[in-house]
């Protein structure tokens, strides 16, 4: 689902109150030029009117994000029949969605979608999550619903029970062989990480055992030159090469 085709999905808004997030919400959100914008202030208590929409963006980082277990303040002023989208920051597998129930139940409200977002990579937002303020039991949806919200209809029937307790089972069945594939994979990569870093470090030690090895040869052929150099050495090598050419100069001499 397409960030701009929340908004359509929470219903008819008047205004929208944003919580949380950093982003230009009115872009992201393509808010018609109709609705008005402001942020959430924690210090009014007044509650929201009946046409306003609660926008939160809840994630990890707590300098643009909200955490799921803060919001219980700002959802218990929504109205009868308010809504709510939750936009989250964490992927879907990492979802701490338990945070988020627990405040929704306090204020009465309602999960009625859950949705993935596409695009993650760019705008960093992984799914939605759509409530609303309810005293009793509204019509159950599916993700690929995308009719608007509606509270204040009748009460689900069997079968509309029946097919999305059947699509929560097979759903679930569904994606356990990828959870389980995605925790196999995590231990295989912890291993790899694991080796990659026991080979750098060994890398970083090779490296620097070879570099003290070429000080070691640099140093040694200093001191060579330095040897061949000295007076030392110039006398020696000319008392020993002395005899070599007397000897020769004596074989020369010899008759044959």
């Known amino acids: 689902m397409l960030l701009k085709e929340l908004l359509p999905i929470a219903g008819d808004a008047d205004a929208i109150v944003v919580l949380g997030g950093g982003a230009n919400v009115r872009d992201m959100l393509q808010v018609p030029e109709q609705v008005t914008q402001q942020p959430y202030d924690a210090a009014d208590t007044a509650g929201f009117g009946s046409g306003t929409v609660l926008v939160a963006f809840a994630g990890p ?51 009625l979608q859950v949705m993935p977002l596409d695009k ?6 992984h799914c939605a999550v759509v ?20 509270v204040n209809g009748t009460e689900p029937d069997l079968r509309a029970l029946l ?7 097979f759903a679930d069945l569904v994606a356990r062989p990828t959870r389980r594939g995605l925790s196999e994979l995590r231990d295989r990569d912890d291993v790899q990480r694991q080796r990659i870093r ?39 090598n000319t008392i020993v090469s002395v005899p070599r050419g007397l000897a020769r100069a004596l074989r020369r001499r010899r008759p044959s």
């Not at 993650?120 to 937002?125: F, L, Q, T, Y």
């Open 61 to 111: 980082d707590p300098d643009a994000h909200v955490d799921p277990g803060a919001l219980g303040p700002a959802l218990q002023r929504l109205p009868l029949g308010g809504r709510v989208i939750v936009l989250f920051g964490w992927p879907i597998e990492d979802l701490p969605y338990h945070a988020l129930l627990g405040p929704l139940v306090d204020a009465d409200c309602q999960v």
């Open 120 to 125: 993650a990579a760019r705008h960093g937002w």
């Open 131 to 150: 409530a609303a303020r309810v005293d009793k039991l509204a019509p159950l949806r599916t993700y690929l619903d995308d009719t608007a919200v509606v």
């Open 163 to 169: 097919r999305l307790t059947g699509e929560y089972t």
């Open 198 to 236: 026991q080979l750098e470090k060994d890398l970083r030690t090779r490296d620097a055992e070879l570099a003290s090895a070429q000080r070691r040869v640099v140093a040694a052929n200093g001191h060579l030159e330095r040897l061949r150099a000295s007076a030392t050495y110039q006398v020696g």
